[in-house]
């Protein structure tokens, strides 16, 4: 499956941006899907990931309470919406899909489709 992620962009602290990852080639209803973001100088870190019916999902840590992960089968995209944010979550952020007959699992690792990035910067 071929992914773009987009809505990147500028926000100030406490801002909000919504991501979205659109999705062509293959429904993206067969396949898990995370958020990743890496900063400069910094390795990949897992943002959010969201099972294939979208009833479960889970988040890297400290995310939760500002970061929501969702997506619509019907359109083929998943939505990232970062609330609050903070100087710490400028990075370049990415969408990936990993293939899976389960339901109701989301993932950290073993994604094998990934998105071209957005790059999001909080600043004042």
């Known amino acids: 499956v071929q992914l773009q992620a987009f809505g990147g962009g500028r926000a100030q602290p406490g801002g909000s941006l919504r991501l979205s990852c659109a999705a062509s080639?293959?429904?993206?209803?067969?396949?898990?899907v995370g958020w990743f973001r890496q900063a400069p100088g910094e390795e990949r870190k897992f943002v959010a990931g969201?099972?294939?019916?979208?009833?479960?999902?889970g988040y890297g840590e400290s995310l939760r309470d500002r970061f929501t992960i969702s997506r619509d089968n019907v359109h083929n995209t998943v939505s990232l919406q970062m609330n609050s944010l903070k100087p710490e979550d400028t990075a370049t952020y990415y969408c990936?899909?990993?293939?899976?007959?389960?339901?109701?699992?989301?993932?950290?690792?073993?994604?094998?489709?990934w998105g071209q990035g957005t790059k999001v910067t909080v600043s004042s």
């Open positions: 080639g293959r429904s993206l209803s067969s396949f898990g």
């Open positions: 990936a899909a990993r293939a899976t007959t389960l339901l109701h699992g989301w993932y950290l690792t073993g994604y094998d489709d």
């Open positions: 969201i099972s294939r019916n979208g009833e479960n999902s």
